[in-house]
């Protein structure tokens, strides 16, 4: 039986957790992270529009970050960014519209889900499962028990999960 003090008291946690995320910010990590010149992240992008491509267009930014994969059940979308990405960076990558044979693949590394928010929490659980990290747009799930299945999926797994906060993970917040 849950009473209010053990309810008052699970929110204080919750509380002193977000303020201490909050001040680990991602530049902070980013400032003391060494890779190797040799290393490359493959990643790989679930859902191609809106957040999903402005995700993925920012990750590339990063030197060591390559992308390997587009996943869309639209094939105009899909085929619209596997164009724009050979632009930008001169590769051809696979393309997939369905997310499980994506994660078939061993040469990913971590996947960015850019997909309506009633697909992040069943995508996550099968990459965690999968052996890929994962960067998981904003709402992470659309229920307290999808919340706490993603949770224990990165746990039993044990993967890198980030949950996508723009403006929300810099500094000046």
Not at 30 to 48: E, Q, Y
Not at 62 to 91: F, H, W, Y
């Amino acid at each position: 039986m849950n009473s209010r003090r053990k309810f008052i008291g699970d929110t204080g946690k919750i509380l002193a957790g977000t303020l201490l995320t909050s001040s680990l910010t991602a530049e902070a990590f980013a400032k003391n992270s060494k890779i190797s010149p040799n290393d490359k992240i493959n990643i790989a992008l679930i859902g191609c529009k809106g957040m999903g491509w402005t995700n993925l267009t920012s990750l590339l930014k990063i030197p060591e970050v390559v992308c390997v994969a587009l996943c869309d059940v639209d094939d105009s979308v899909l085929n619209q960014r596997a164009g724009e990405l050979m632009q930008q960076t001169g590769k051809k990558v696979k393309l997939y519209k369905d997310f499980r044979k994506l994660l078939e693949n061993k040469d990913i590394d971590a996947v960015v889900i850019g997909t309506p928010d009633h697909w992040h929490c069943l995508m996550m659980v099968m990459a965690c499962e999968a052996g890929k990290d994962v960067y998981v747009e904003k709402p992470v799930g659309n229920s307290i028990a999808e919340c706490l299945t993603m949770v224990a999926a990165q746990q039993k797994y044990r993967r890198v999960v980030q949950a996508g906060q723009w403006q929300r993970s810099q500094q000046h917040w």
